[in-house]
């Protein structure tokens, strides 16, 4: 049972790793000019829709949690609103915490804006798809001992790897090696897809390896 | 170059010098460049007018790889191309041509250019280019005079610097002056002769020759003399230097690990390695009186800290086998041990990662050139970091009730918002601190802060004004926060000098600031009659400040007690007058009946109360004696700091004040929520912070590690003309560089006190409906009390704060030394490393020096408190 849980997470999470690659390749063929580096704001905006959509049909094909006691329309629908306010929360909040650490407060809101929006994409939408619009549970999944399934296990380290890499995507910037990816954000952005993608594949190895140790609690 | 607007041209190609790093010498790309680069210079040649002399120069050639920085010859080396329509040689250009040093272009140009040769020189001049176009005499002459002059310049520069710097040596300073003195006076001898047409051309073309060579020699030799006593490293002594850094961390960290393990500790690794190192000092000082020699107080220093650091290792090591002896007799406890000391090794590793990260920039030139963001991003990241922490292990989270309990859900804590509360303004304050930069040039792009000019410097008046009455009453604000803390824990019901002097001194330092301020602000002109009233106002104003904050500082070493006494103990019986015979009169009687009264309701009142009270002494502010001494301190040291700053800056003070107060409630709420058991040890996380603040704001205030971002107006505040030692402008520009060092150093006890002090703040609703006695009695033992209770811990947490204080500041100097020895090639080295490592040592001194006085103050006030407890008990 458990195996075959592993193997359809990472069946999951290639799709995904799949997607990012070919966010960078695809519209090259479709868009004349498009390069990561040098139409970055679309490659952002196309990434972060492109991961989110394939995250949200994952969730509908693969039902990883429970399904909710009341499923209503109306339900559903205050359920799908408050995913978006959320959504959309967590973005200014992203925001403010790359200001304080140091972007730019007015100049190139954008890019920032877009970045955080990314940041959402790796690590909130997830968090909205797994386990709803419910903060306890959020709260409860990122701390010891929190995660109760091998999805909710991913999802901690998937979301600890992309922030992890946004911050060790800051890095390069202030070296004085002239590239193009070290302009604000492309390398932050780098660094969290490269994270997120790194969080994927790591988190089925993982469980993997530590599926003796790992003894979930049951609902 | 077709416009002729112009006497001189720079051009500056980088193209080869990126070329050349990106593929190396052979590389076609390489070649396709040079290609270039010759067709340029052809068509240059071609619009070239005939009085125009073209160089073309590399600055350094590269190794076959393309790099370059090292020594090689292939590095050193680079060609230099000259050309002019007007033929330069006599004949035809020398076949081999001779390699000649970078620093002759110097002169040439400059005399070229008819400019006198710069102060500093010593190149020399390229004779060929000086030959014009007549016959060899001629020539010859003029190339005399051009190097006449060329030695002159060197001989004028070396005489002064030799009046400065003692670094050349002497003998061959005076061989050099005898060869200067004998060619001159050939020179003008020969010129005489000339003159006078005494000489035929064959003789004086010889002698001429002869001479140019005499000057040629002397240039020659002085530059050789120069070389060898300037770019020299002592690698010995580097390395030697850099081991005993290193030591002394890796010392302060074992001591600050073990000071808390045993009694015996101090006596065997601190006190003996002392004596140690006391006696190998005096050994070297005899052996140099006997010996004779001049005595190096460096080398003897160094080899006296390293013998006491291989006593204190000996020390160490000679108790090491015993305690393995008592581990290993315990088997089961050692592996208990071994898994604690692996998870404690896993909870240091978030913070010291953050400072091997801090360590590890110091290497690269662009972390240090980029370090006024580096360090508060890694401020960032560690406080978050730990409250991420805390989460993680679940202090943060209560789980509520069995049902909630059962879904896995759970809630936070209340005291959970006003953690990220505080995080939250801490991380704003970080930001806001970034607005308060100066700018280096290695960032062309960057303006340096608005508020680092002074404010007589801005047109607006009006503008001028806001900016002075928000500096003020930032002034008057912080002035009202101190008082209005030590309000609330009692520390300013007391009358004793102290406290009058923090009710009405501080507003009056004030007052003199901002009076300081208004006059040094004010515009020069709209004062017309009073010029003389203000040139006594700028003087008197910051004296006043002085005066009044070492008098403070003063009443706080002679009294530092802040607590006010009120005694209730009665003297039993005395109330009653004795008994005087038989009462006479009425007046007796009225006299002696209220007092009987008072007496019996007295006994009655103590009856009833005798179960839960012993009247003895309220003590207000007893508390938070320490940390208020240690407030007082920070807030005079202050006030003295940010008169040394211009007027704007107070608002980066003001920040910093404010950082500070969060980061220790951060730390206390963070301890809290852990539930930490050792409440004497400050955590690792919490002086990194402290730290990382600390050289945070040595950029917030407007600093950076160069010599042109020195504020020097800072040694004339108060001082209207010029010193007469270098002393007291070298403390002024020095505080007012560290001034950040000092702040922090000074107040880096408070980490250790803090959380006693806001201990009561949770407790204190409780015992404030009890009798007001018992209140007394509770609260003795309450917050820095708990300190008194254990003197030997208290002592012990101290030298382990320092220690590690010290630990953290050694690593960074560390990394700071290792980065300037290793890189010492480097291109940037004396842009970027050497003024680092320069800065970051005088800061590690001053640090140091405030940490000792900070913690002697703390000292001081326990005595105080000691003196007061036995007092009492006498009384």
Known sequence: ?219 | VDSGEWDMLIAHFLGVDHCGHKHGPDHPEMEKKLTQMNEMLRSLVDHLGNDTLLLVAGDHGMTETGDHGGESEKEVNAALFVYSRTPLFGTGPPEEPEAIPQVNLVPTVALLLGVPIPYSNIGEVMAELFSGDGDTVSAALQQLSVYHINAKQVDRFLQSYSLVAQDLPAEQLQRLQELFSGAVEEHTQLLDQVQGATLVPPELESRLGSLISRFQLYLREARAVCTQSWARFNSLRMVGGCTLIAASCLLCYMAAELAASSDSFYRSCLLYPLLWGLVVAVVFGLSHVFTQEGLDLLLVSSCAAAASQLGFFWHWWGRHPKRALLVGSQPPLASIGLRQRLRAWLGLAFPMGILLFRCGAMFSDSFVVAEARVAPFLLASLVLLLVGKLHWDGCLTVTEGPRQQVLGFSSYRREIWYLLCLVAMLLVCVRLSGFFHQCREEIPQCRPSLFLSPLASLRNTRAKNLFYLLCVALLAGLVYAVRSWLRHYGNLNSSDPLVLFVRWGFPLVVLCIACYWAVVSSAEDSLGKLQELVQVAVVAFPWAVYGLASMGLLLLLCNPMTVFAKDTRESAGSIVTPYLGVPSSEVDFLHVIPQIYKRMQESQKSRLERGSCRATIAAYGLGSVYSAALVIALTLLGFLLMLLHSERLSLAFLLLFLEAFVLLHIHTHARGLAGDAEPFSVPWYAVISWLLAASQFFYSTGHQPIFPAIHWNAAFVGFHLDHSTNLLPAVLVGANTFASHILFAVGCPLLLLWPFVCEVSSSQKKPKKEPREELQEVEEHMMEMRLRESPEKFSTALLQLGLKYLFVLGAQLLACVCAAMILRRHLMVWKVFAPKFLFESLGFVVSSICLLLGISLVMRVDCAVSTWFSQLQRR
Not at chain 1, 81 to 110: E, Q
């Open chain 1, 1 to 219: 049972m458990k195996e075959v849980e592993v193997r359809r997470l990472f069946a999951a999470n290639l799709f995904c790793v799949f997607s990012v690659i070919l966010t960078a390749v695809v519209p090259t063929f479709l868009w004349d000019g498009f390069t990561v580096l040098g139409t970055h704001l679309a490659w952002l905006c196309i990434c972060s829709v492109c991961v989110g959509t394939v995250n949200v049909i994952l969730h509908l094909v693969l039902k990883p949690n429970r399904s909710p006691k009341r499923s209503s329309p109306a339900h559903k629908i205050s359920r799908f609103l408050k995913c978006c306010i959320y959504f959309f929360m967590s973005c200014i909040v992203f925001h403010a915490i790359i200001v304080l650490y140091g972007a730019p407060l007015l100049g190139s809101v954008t890019e920032t804006f877009l970045f955080s929006v990314l940041l959402s994409t790796f690590t909130t939408l997830q968090c909205l798809c797994m386990l709803g619009p419910n903060i306890q549970a959020w709260i409860r999944v990122f701390s010891k001992n929190g995660a109760m399934s091998i999805w909710e296990s991913s999802l901690q380290i998937t979301a600890v790897c992309s922030v992890l890499g946004a911050w060790f995507g800051a890095f390069p910037i202030p070296l004085d090696w002239d590239r193009p990816w070290q302009v604000w954000p492309i390398s932050c952005s780098f660094g969290a897809t490269f994270g997120y993608v790194a969080g994927l594949i790591i988190a089925p190895l993982w469980i993997h390896w530590n599926r003796k140790q790992l003894t979930y609690k049951s609902r």
